[in-house]
């Protein structure tokens, strides 16, 4: 089975269809998800709400269209909206920043692995001080590869905004990470 035939199949009301969407995207939403998130729990709510919705709304979608795309950004837009209601902070465990760090990790020196784990903890950090909406476009940008035309096609936003909002986000990211090396 294929997408277009998993889409057309859940269409009719097959289950199996929505069952293969899941086994293809889970694992790139959960982590898109989680880097918007910060926290893995709501990252897996977050997906399987959008999963949730894809079920309910699936005949208004144009199977002629790429799939991916459009769920990924209903995935970006619930994390984002997510974090914007939520007024709690929550605190990662050890497990977490292990799959955060294992990522990012490259087979290196001992001495460079150190090194890339406190940058990537700095980065981290200053991630976690941007706003959700900052976040969602680092993680368009630079976790899923997009280009400023595409998010902002996909926002229904002026490519300038996306090119505002991109730039606003690593100028402070820039400016969290020189303030960590003090």
Known sequence: MD?????????NGDLSGLEFLVMRYQVKAVRTAFLITG?????????????????????SFDETRPFEPWFL???????VKLMQKST????????????LAELAARV????????????????W???????????????????????EKEMAQQAGSAAGTIKW????????LRELMQRSEL
């Open 108 to 123: 290196e020196s001992i001495e460079a692995q150190v090194e890339s784990r406190q940058v990537q903890q700095q980065l």
């Open 73 to 79: 950004r209903s995935v970006v837009n619930a994390s």
């Open 165 to 172: 909002l991109l730039n606003a986000a690593r100028e402070r």
């Open 39 to 59: 926290h893995s729990a709501l990252a897996e709510d977050v997906v399987h709400d959008c999963f949730m919705q894809v079920f309910r709304s699936i005949r």
């Open 3 to 11: 997408e277009q035939q998993a889409i057309l199949r859940l269409k």
């Open 88 to 99: 709690r902070h929550v605190a990662l465990d050890e497990a977490e920043e292990s799959d």
């Open 125 to 147: 950090d200053a991630m976690q001080k941007l706003s959700p909406r900052q976040r969602a476009v680092v993680v368009q940008r630079y976790f899923l590869d997009m280009s």
